[in-house]
């Protein structure tokens, strides 16, 4: 079984631009989050998909932020104009749906994102 | 509004030894669920351990362990006979219960963890 795996690993940029980050969920894993770590601080939650939808958007920074779940599969989240302060690493994990036993969220390796 | 709190951003073992790691969280929920994640260096996090806060007895996988004192919201991980591959950086977090379902974790800092040979 694959892992949750995410594109691309490393990603730097000028401020100003725009990137979109992809994160691919375990198959069959209907709860997809985002978070973020920025350097030196707490891992922090970003957003939460059921299927396509959104659960829970409170983690968002602001509305340079966009993140979207197509069909209930791979997720994007895109950062424009990206700023100085976005830099930092990008979790993105997957869970099975809710009332399958204990939940246990899988997490991909990361993105690390860099704004110059 | 729930925190979690890791007082000792690195720690340092011998290989072979014994090292605890320390967790505090704050929250006002009686049902939720603590975890220990492990992210090595450029690699993805991993679960480590989890536990139900429902449940008295304490979660223990292999060499690792936990000491959940949920009175004083203490949620520290042990690992024993520690091995090279033990280092890492470790996240304790925590998440409500949702009828099962988890929402978002709330981690703490992190513990870099060093393994001496």
């Known amino acids: 079984e694959a892992g949750v795996t995410q594109f691309p690993s490393h990603s730097v940029i000028e401020k100003g631009q725009t990137v979109t980050l992809r994160c691919d969920p375990i198959?069959?894993?209907?709860?997809l989050y985002w978070y973020r770590r920025v350097m030196g601080k707490e891992i922090k939650f970003l957003l939460h998909?059921?299927?396509?939808?959104?659960?829970?958007e409170s983690g968002m920074p602001n509305n340079r932020f966009l993140a979207e779940r197509t069909g209930g599969t791979y997720s994007t989240l895109k950062v424009q104009p990206a700023e100085l302060e976005d830099s930092g690493v990008y979790f993105c994990?997957?869970?099975?749906?809710?009332?399958?036993?204990?939940?246990?969220?899988?997490f991909g390796q990361g993105t690390r994102l860099t704004v110059v | 509004a729930q925190t979690v709190t890791q007082s000792q951003p690195e720690m340092s073992v011998q290989e072979a030894e014994t090292v605890t790691l320390s967790c505090t969280y704050d929250?006002?929920?009686?049902?939720?669920?603590l975890f220990w994640y492990k992210q090595p260096p450029s690699r993805q996090m991993i679960l480590v351990i989890r536990?139900?806060?429902?449940?008295?007895q304490n979660a223990t996988e292999n060499r690792f362990s936990v000491n959940f004192q949920k009175a004083a919201k203490s949620f520290s991980l042990k690992i024993s006979d520690s091995q090279l591959g033990d280092a890492a950086m470790y996240f304790c977090?925590?998440?409500?219960?949702?009828?099962?379902?988890?929402?978002?974790?709330?981690f703490g800092k992190g513990t870099k963890l060093s393994v001496k040979p």
């Open positions: 994990a997957s869970s099975r749906r809710q009332g399958l036993g204990v939940p246990e969220a899988f």
């Open positions: 198959s069959g894993h209907d709860n």
């Open positions: 998909f059921v299927k396509e939808s959104k659960q829970d």
């Open positions: 929250t006002s929920e009686s049902d939720y669920y």
């Open positions: 536990q139900e806060a429902y449940k008295q």
């Open positions: 977090a925590y998440t409500r219960n949702y009828g099962g379902s988890q929402g978002n974790l709330i």
